[in-house]
Structures are given as structure tokens and as C-alpha cells.
């Protein structure tokens, strides 16, 4: 670890300056001003960042009238050590492995500077404590989405002995929300989604009944659910409709929704990454990394275009961050 009098002034971050396709848009920039800290952020040195739909999405334009100004150095998602600390911070000091997702809102005045540079500024309440068995590149796959399947599962009131259907089960969320929903609130039957070469996967991550898209319509299944979990996102409510019990809940974490259906939107919380610390010590719940990840600070943007063709398999990571 650099020790803390060699922090520069200025860093090497991906920035764009310009809505549009984050892979046209993005750029190298070596020569970024060092994020302030506040009384209640630290100052991280990246190690690892991952890459989510909301950061391409972000790069589009689709919330511009809530976003921070431009130029942006995009990234939620953060795995790294804590280089300085603000006066008001007490959970963590220099020296401290931590991750989370940076951005408390994720739509909301996001960070000018994110996860894609080689140091961010984060509020002390969105961070935690790395959990000693996973690498930098494991706890940065985990924050935005174990956040958002653990809330989600949370704000339908989802229990001990109720069953699920998890449509994008081998997606960033979707293998999160299998494994929470078995090993942590007690399903008492997980089915989902998948392509045919990810059903393994599935059941690896504990599905009872994972159902290959390609051959069969989830909402012709004779079985129905307590809850459908939607984690595609392309306005599958009319069919998850079908595939629910009487009084049965849908829930999606990505528009659009037509009611009943239930639409998501996380707030990100250290204090969930450290609830959920002893499953993930204890291995029960495991972080779910795309055979191609991680890709190198230089190959950012061939990781976003990765990530827009929606063939990941969990969560693709961005290592080492110079």
C-alpha cells in the first residue's frame, strides 16, 4: 500500500463529458483533479470497481434532470482501502479494506467522480468493512446488487416458507436474490430463469427448479408463487402476473412496471453489507463473477460493451485500478 504522503493531486480516471453511448463517450482521462473529502466521507484508493446497468443507463441520459453536472467519472460499485479519513468519521481509519456502492441515491446528485478512478471520496454510511475471505474483485461485484436484492426481499415482506420465481436468475441481482431468498430469509422453493448452459449455475446457487427460457414459458407453469422477481426488466409484468398465487407479489427493479407490480429503487447501506457479513464469511452466500472479469483499467470500455450485450453471468469487475 502507497503510503498516505504520496497521495497525488491529481489521478487517471474514465470520464465523459457528453450523454450518449458509454462506449463512444467514455474516455481516458489522465489527469483528474483528487476528490475533496467531507467531515463524513473517506477517501478511497480503488482497487476494484464493478459495472452496472445504472452507469450506462446514467451515460444515456435517461435521469439527466437528477444527475450531477458533467463531465462524470462513472462507477457505483467500489472494493478498496481507505487513504484518508474525515474528521467526523468513526467506523473506519487509514489503512481499512472497504467496499460499498458509492452512491447513497442511485439516480439522485450521483458522484462526479465514481468508482472508475483511482481514488473516490465516499460517506463513511455506504461503506463496510471487506469481508476477510473475499478478494478486492469479489467485494466489488457485491454492493449495489446484494443491497438491491436484500431490500427488495425485505419491502414485500418476503419470509420463511414463502416461494419465489427469480426471472434473470444468472444476472447480477438475479443470482444474489436466489441465494438471499434460500440461505437467508428461508424460501421454501426457489425457481428461476436462465439460457440453457446457465442452468447449473442456478442450482449451484441453491434453485430448486430452474427453468430454461429457451424451451419453457414460466407463466404456463402449473405451479404459481408467492412472489415473482422480475430482474430483467423488459416489461415481463403481464406474463409474471400470470405465474403468481392469489395474493401473490411482483416485484421489478428496473422500469417499466405496470401495476400490481411492484417497482424497486435501492438505497445503498453499509449497514446491509454488514448484516449480511456472516453468510457471506461463512461462504453460504458467494459473489458470482463473469468468466471474462475481471478486465483491466485499460479495458473498461470493452467491459461496458460486454456488459450491454446482457450475456454476463454475474457481475463484471474492472481490476486492477492503477
Do not use: C
Not at 46 to 75: C, H, Q
Not at 120 to 147: D, G, M, Y
Not at 288 to 311: C, G, H, I, M
Amino acid at each position: 500500500m502507497a503510503n498516505i504522503s504520496s497521495i497525488p493531486s491529481h489521478i487517471k480516471a474514465w470520464v465523459y463529458s457528453e450523454y450518449g453511448n458509454i462506449e463512444e463517450i467514455l474516455k481516458f482521462d489522465p489527469n483528474v483533479t483528487i476528490p475533496d473529502i467531507k467531515e463524513d466521507e473517506v477517501l478511497i484508493k480503488v482497487v476494484a470497481a464493478a459495472l452496472n446497468p445504472i452507469d450506462y443507463k446514467r451515460a444515456l441520459g435517461y435521469f439527466k434532470n437528477t444527475d450531477s453536472p458533467l463531465p462524470t467519472a462513472p462507477g457505483y460499485d467500489v472494493a478498496g482501502v481507505v487513504v484518508r479519513v474525515g474528521s467526523q468519521v468513526r467506523k473506519f481509519k487509514v489503512g481499512d479494506e472497504v467496499y460499498g456502492d458509492i452512491n447513497e441515491y442511485g439516480l439522485n446528485s450521483p458522484k462526479t467522480i465514481g468508482s472508475l478512478a483511482e481514488y473516490t471520496a465516499v460517506e463513511e454510511k455506504v461503506l463496510a468493512h471487506k469481508p476477510s475471505n473475499l478478494s478486492f474483485i469479489e467485494a466489488a461485484s457485491l454492493p449495489a446488487v446484494i443491497i438491491t436484492a436484500y431490500q427488495s426481499l425485505e419491502h414485500i415482506e418476503f419470509s420463511a416458507g414463502k416461494s419465489i420465481l427469480v426471472l434473470g436468475g444468472a444476472g447480477g441481482v438475479g443470482t444474489l436474490v436466489i441465494q438471499l431468498a434460500k440461505h437467508v430469509f428461508g424460501a421454501s422453493k426457489v425457481a428461476a430463469t436462465a439460457s440453457t448452459p446457465k442452468l447449473e449455475l442456478l442450482r449451484n446457487l441453491g434453485a430448486d427448479l430452474p427453468i430454461d427460457y429457451t424451451k419453457e414459458n414460466f407463466e404456463e407453469l402449473k405451479e404459481k408463487f408467492d412472489v415473482v422477481y422480475d430482474a430483467v426488466g423488459q416489461g415481463e409484468n403481464e406474463k409474471a402476473l400470470k405465474a403468481i398465487k392469489k395474493g401473490g407479489k411482483v416485484v421489478s427493479i428496473a422500469p417499466p412496471v405496470t401495476p400490481p407490480a411492484i417497482l424497486f429503487n435501492a438505497i445503498s447501506d453499509g449497514a446491509v453489507l454488514e448484516k449480511l457479513q456472516p453468510y457471506l464469511e461463512s461462504g453460504k452466500v458467494k459473489p458470482v463473477l463473469d468468466p471474462k472479469t475481471p478486465f483491466s483499467f485499460s479495458q473498461t470500455v470493452e467491459a461496458f460493451a460486454y456488459l450491454r450485450t446482457n450475456r454476463a453471468i454475474g457481475k463484471v469487475v474492472v481490476h486492477p485500478i492503477p
